[in-house]
């Protein structure tokens, strides 16, 4: 069974960086698409930024020079570096990904496997 496990969350004041982590068993990032996304409190789920092979990398639009996706074949992982980070960052953040390298990267009903979830609150 595969499993996708987010880590690296916290609080942090505005300005601040962040480092999140998605690692999974039983799936290679590797030739999986792969995707961030995060859900505030009575908002609904939105996409941060998504990666494969065949599509490159896309960043929304509010996060576009400010978070960068690193993938790390060696360790099986796949970070969200963020900085400056804002308080409209704050968010329920989690990864997702999928062996179909063709969904649209960006539509989180399309990945087939999710982490837990892990919180990042920005302080104003």
């Known amino acids: 069974q595969v499993q996708v496990v987010e880590s690296g969350g916290g609080s942090v004041q505005a300005g601040g960086s962040l480092r999140l982590s998605c690692t999974a068993s039983k799936l290679t990032f590797d030739g999986h698409a792969m995707g961030w996304f995060r859900q505030a409190p009575g908002k609904e789920r939105e996409a941060v930024a998504a990666h494969n092979d065949e599509r490159g990398t896309i960043y929304a639009d509010s996060v576009r020079g400010r978070f960068t996706i690193v993938r790390d074949d060696a360790k099986n992982s796949f970070e969200l570096r963020m900085i400056r980070l804002e308080p409209e960052d704050t968010a329920m953040y989690y990864c997702?990904?999928?062996?179909?390298?063709?969904?649209?990267?960006?539509?989180?009903?399309?990945?087939?496997?999710w982490g837990q979830g892990t919180q990042v609150t920005v302080s104003s």
């Open positions: 997702a990904a999928d062996p179909r390298l063709t969904i649209p990267p960006m539509m989180s009903g399309a990945y087939s496997y």
